[in-house]
């Protein structure tokens, strides 16, 4: 049996039922935390920029060298072209770069030497530490991520503690719980992929590529190795995968007492290949994350810095959520940079609240056939319509 199979189809889709997912999260309410989460994304933009521009910092940081080593991985024409744009805007006056890099716009490219530096000579940033703690809080609590169902899902989620010296009065483990243990595994599947409109390229048929990066509730980043979806691409075709899906990642379930935990997932679609795409969003994914508790130590205090490592209870949560929306942010910035052959990156964002059956039921994952969900990739002048679908299961 094929593993998968191309037909043609209108570009017409049914609506399907999703799971409780976040495509490309939004960025946070608070004031303090979006000041915060755009003075590291421009930090970033800039280092990104002088790279493109071939500036060699003498005390470049790990992030400097990542962003060097994606720009000299593309062809000559594509670096060229990069190094123009990025040698206008650095060489714009200081109110302009400001537009360009916030704070960051008063470095000028002769005295970079590297982010770091950048920064220290900025100084600290001028936000309340108190009202950014509060903030991340309530952020990591509310706006992160949709947990919410009814009460009777929640109800179960804690296993009671057995007293082995009162075995003959050990009450019954509730069934729900019982249930939900069996599962240990969330899936995440491609269903299939709608090429609706072919890029640009002068080919007769484009070559689909995807990959990226998938990130555990504690932090820890996996890559999405590159593949292939299709080398003859045409509009109208779709590419089907059978069963469950292609499976894209799979995440060890976490229980716990810090509820809710974040899976997310950032899904990168390529004409041809991504030149090591994937390999970059993994590295920029932590790097990304280093900077964001370094800023928020930074303005609150190393304590609370520190503590953010576990990625756990509501400020691990409103990390991992704060760094999911800035790698969207900043992958399709950059992406802007290199339009002949990347399409477009997608942020996958699902937070769980409970491990009971009723809970999963609730929130789709034990469906069959799987509840799937939508989204577009569009660049390059091609548009593609990808269904993927999350599941739990033994």
Not at 123 to 139: D, E, M, T, Y
Not at 292 to 306: L, R, T
């Amino acid at each position: 049996m094929p593993d998968e199979t191309m037909e043609r189809t209108s570009v017409a889709v049914v609506s399907r039922k999703s799971p409780i997912v976040t495509i490309d999260p939004q960025a946070p309410s608070s004031p303090e935390v979006r000041a915060l989460l755009k003075d590291v994304e421009n930090k970033l933009k800039l280092s990104f920029t002088m790279a493109a521009a071939g500036v060699a910092a003498p005390e470049a940081t790990e992030i400097d060298q990542l962003f060097q080593a994606m720009v000299a991985a593309r062809p000559a024409a594509v670096r060229g072209r990069v190094q123009a744009r990025a040698q206008s805007m650095l060489s714009a006056p200081a109110a302009v770069r400001e537009t360009f890099f916030g704070r960051y716009g008063a470095i000028e490219k002769a005295g970079y030497r590297g982010s770091d530096k950048a920064e220290a000579g900025l100084g600290r940033l001028n936000v309340s530490g108190q009202k950014l703690h509060a903030s991340l809080i309530a952020f990591g609590k509310n706006d992160a991520v949709l947990t919410d169902a009814p009460p009777s899902v929640f109800q179960a989620k804690k296993l009671t503690a057995i007293d082995l010296s009162k075995l003959r009065d050990l009450p019954k483990l509730n069934p729900d719980v019982v249930a939900g243990a069996k599962y240990k595994k969330l899936g995440l599947f491609l269903n299939s992929v709608h090429c609706i409109e072919e890029t640009s390229e002068l080919s007769d048929s484009d070559e689909i590529a995807m990959g990226g990066v998938a990130t555990d509730p504690d932090g820890d980043t996996h890559k999405i190795p590159e593949f292939m979806v299709s080398n003859d691409f045409d509009a109208g075709e779709k590419k089907k995968y059978p069963g469950r899906g292609k499976l894209l990642h799979e995440w060890n379930l976490v229980r716990g007492p810090d509820w809710p935990y974040l899976y997310h997932a950032v899904l990168c679609m390529a004409e041809k290949d991504g030149g090591g795409f994937a390999d970059f969003i993994t590295k920029l994914w932590k790097k990304i994350g280093d900077e964001v508790q370094k800023a928020i130590a930074g303005v609150v205090g190393s304590a609370i810095g520190a503590a953010l490592g576990s990625y756990f209870g509501p400020l691990g949560t409103a990390l991992g959520a704060a760094v999911g929306w800035l790698l969207g942010m900043l992958v399709d910035w950059i992406i802007s940079w290199f339009e002949d052959d990347l399409i477009r990156c997608r942020t996958i964002l699902l937070g769980l609240g409970a491990a009971t059956k009723s809970y999963y039921d609730w929130a789709g994952l034990t469906a069959d056939p799987p509840n799937q969900f939508s989204m577009n990739f569009n660049g390059d002048g091609g548009r593609y319509r990808v269904w993927c679908s999350l599941s739990v299961y033994p």
